[in-house]
């Protein structure tokens, strides 16, 4: 077993995995937060707010070390934290929110604003993020796997390795920043290798890519759904055989993350001889969050004690206004005040820099004794025109259960809500290359989205009067993100376009589409 065995010959500790089983999350999130602050205590942003105050209040009990933080630091947005403090670091000044000077940036893929972010990257957070890769690594041992997938390798398809200068500081995908600073002793796994994969041409670098394949035995791969499956489609057709085992017969695992994989699957059942495993990770610009820690479990763990706090924001009215933007005195929890079952945005504090920062995900506790949460949705990728309160998990599962009734794949679309006479209706853009009927089509989304959500089931026969479906090519929506210059690497389509994205996106389906309508 090659990648186990070198991960322990190597000296890979696995004590804070058991420090995390047989310590309280409570304890755990405490001596984080503790950590973080003392750490960045002298930097500008520590010592503007303080964290001099707070951490005194470690030593007095009932939480006044987080009645102290709350007080102290404000909540962040993207807006506020890199207009007040991130843009300083990015001209390369020291010891802004974290000590040190910031080498790395990530380019987050901004599906929900109009343009890229620039997420702090340090090297404790590069360490970090490797301390969790090797925790998850470790997790396949619970797998039935063939000891012949510890020997091959790792494909990981994501952004160029050859980043950006800008000034002092370097830009680029967080996927293309961590590829680009390896392990020595993983590199021997990892595929397609580093002159592949500095190539910033996506084109070329996946043409690449299916012409050397049969060159790699590869076990596991990394990477986004969609542009694994097309990179999988592309294998098969340039070496002209059935599925993707043809090639890579010892492939047993896909780590995915960045979206719900619901959608993906059967288009990429259709290119599998064998059943894989699928194991979901949390890995966002900002930090790994979590990752799937047992088979056939389609929830995460959270990463408890690895350079993160948490607090969470009850995903109600009360504490977020129409358009997704959390209020200033949004009420916050931390990790032993949560409940199972509830929806919650999180906050970030964390050894990049970020401090009390809305992530824009919601996610909900499937499992409050094994820290165990699924991604729900956006703060701002939701719809509730009229009260139907239809999140992301909501429209992903619908597009999974007509995909199954029509036998169809459907690895992309996008939901607006939109004024309707005198109310509103949903209009769908359906990716798919195979045949159906747009009619058809919208009386099982509607039928399903009914029984999935009881609001959205009372408003269809109140405010939301209509549901309307257009059918695409499934070339349409990555037409759209080659346009916005978001090809590859970490880069996804927006499942609820809003506001001036929207209209951007009616323009391009004006110039460049004929689809169906319902």
Known sequence: MAILGTLLKKGIRIREMLEQEYTSPYDLQKKELKELLITASQTEFGKYYNFSDILHGFRKGDKEFYKRYKSHVPIHNYNKIYSDWWKLALKGIKNVCWPGRVKYFALSSGTSEASSKYIPVTKDMTQAIRKTSVRQILTLSKYDLDPEIFEAGILML?????????????????????????????????????KIARSRNWDAKLDEMARKATEWDIGIIVGVPAWIQILMEKVIKYHRVNTIHDVWPNLRVYVHGGVSFDPYRKGFEKLLARPIFYIETYLASEGFIA??????????????????????VPFEARNFDANGEIHPDAETLMIDEVEEG?????????????????????????????????????????????????????????????????????????????PYDSLFAHHWFIGTDDKVDPKALKEKI?????????????????????????????????????????VGGQNKFPRVMKNAQLDDWKTFLQNHTNGNRS
Not at 179 to 187: D, E, G, K, V
Not at 294 to 299: A, T
Request: a neutral charge; aromatic letters at 12%.
């Open 158 to 194: 994501g952004g160029s390795t050859h980043l950006n200068r800008k000034g002092s500081v370097f830009e680029g995908d967080l996927s293309g920043i961590q590829a680009a600073r390896l392990p020595f002793w993983f590199q021997h796994f990892y595929k397609p290798g580093k």
């Open 291 to 312: 990752f799937q820690a047992y088979p056939n479990k389609r929830s995460m763990r959270l990463v408890l004690n690895n350079g993160i706090f948490y607090e969470f």
């Open 342 to 418: 509830k929806e919650y945005a999180i906050l970030l504090s964390t050894c990049s820099g970020a401090w009390r920062y809305l992530i824009g995900d919601v996610i909900k506790f499937t499992s409050l004794e094994d820290m165990e949460i699924v991604i729900t949705g956006r703060t701002k990728h939701f719809l509730s025109l009229c009260g139907e309160h239809l999140s992301v998990d909501n429209m992903n599962k619908a597009i999974e259960l007509v995909a199954n009734d029509f036998n169809i794949n459907i690895p992309e679309f996008t939901v607006a809500g939109i």
């Open 446 to 486: 509607d039928l399903h989205l009914k029984e999935l959500n009881d609001d959205y089931a009372v408003e269809r026969s109140a405010a939301l009067k209509e549901v309307l479906v257009d059918v695409l090519p499934i070339k349409t929506f990555y037409g759209w993100m080659e346009s916005k210059g978001k």
